[in-house]
T-cell receptor
Framework: GQQLNQSPQSMFIQEGEDVSMNCTSS?????WLWYKQDPGEGPVLLIA?????ELTSNGRLTAQFGITRKDSFLNISASIPSDVGIYFC????????????FGTGTRLTIIP | GAVVSQHPSRVICKSGTSVKIECRSL??????MFWYRQFPKQSLMLMAT?????????EQGVEKDKFLINHASLTLSTLTVTSAHPEDSSFYIC???????????FGPGTRLTVL
């Protein structure tokens, strides 16, 4: 099935640094979502974007829905140890009733 | 609110046996539930969409006779892996969408190991 491409694939940063990751698709989505998954757990929703160009924040997290509807980015400011995990973007064609297509994931590791 | 549970959290079985995984919405009614499979260090791949009271819709390449899905109530969907083989070993995750809502809430996953 279709997958969204995320970059970078992995990141190694120091605590306190800012993080930026993005997600691109060859096709349009009408909703973009960002999830975080901890080891052995299901994904947890971080931010949902419903409108092209929308910029939304959730605490230290900021995400944007690309104007072309084919991309999105997620920024994390002032990273802390609990930010460690795998971040997935997901696209949804039809709001609410349609399946999610997940990205390939970005693994974030914080170096002590 | 909006909690989804899965049972069991992990299961080990012998090749050829069948395994049933339950997905429950604990504090809301879910007309639609989704089943995903995640192999190590890979993304979540949708297997099927389960609607209460009707047949599940399977994604291309997913064998419906091997992965039996039953969504008999608004709070429970089950996935049965029939005649499991080692290549079926994976992390199976369900999600549930509230009736009239947009967000999917994910369960904690079930790790299946087939020996």
């Amino acid at each position: 099935g279709q997958q969204l491409n995320q970059s970078p694939q992995s990141m190694f940063i120091q605590e306190g640094e800012d993080v930026s990751m993005n997600c691109t698709s060859s096709s349009i989505f009408n909703t973009w979502l960002w999830y975080k998954q901890d080891p052995g757990e299901g994904p947890v929703l971080l931010i949902a974007l419903y409108k092209a160009g929308e910029l939304t924040s959730n605490g230290r997290l900021t995400a944007q829905f690309g104007i072309t509807r084919k991309d999105s980015f997620l920024n994390i400011s002032a990273s802390i140890p609990s930010d460690v995990g795998i971040y997935f973007c997901a696209g949804q064609l039809i709001l609410g009733n349609e399946k999610l297509t997940f990205g390939t994931g970005t693994r974030l590791t914080i170096i002590p | 609110g909006a909690v989804v549970s899965q049972h069991p959290s992990r299961v080990i079985c012998k090749s050829g046996t069948s395994v049933k995984i339950e997905c429950r919405s604990l504090d809301f009614q879910a007309t639609t539930m989704f089943w995903y499979r995640q192999f190590p260090k890979q993304s979540l791949m949708l297997m099927a969409t389960s609607n209460e009271g009707s047949k599940a819709t399977y994604e291309q390449g997913v064998e419906k006779d091997k992965f039996l899905i039953n969504h008999a109530s608004l709070t429970l969907s089950t996935l049965t892996v029939t005649s499991a083989h080692p290549e079926d070993s994976s992390f199976y995750i369900c999600s549930a969408r509230t009736s009239g809502g947009y967000e999917q809430f994910f369960g904690p996953g079930t790790r299946l190991t087939v020996l």
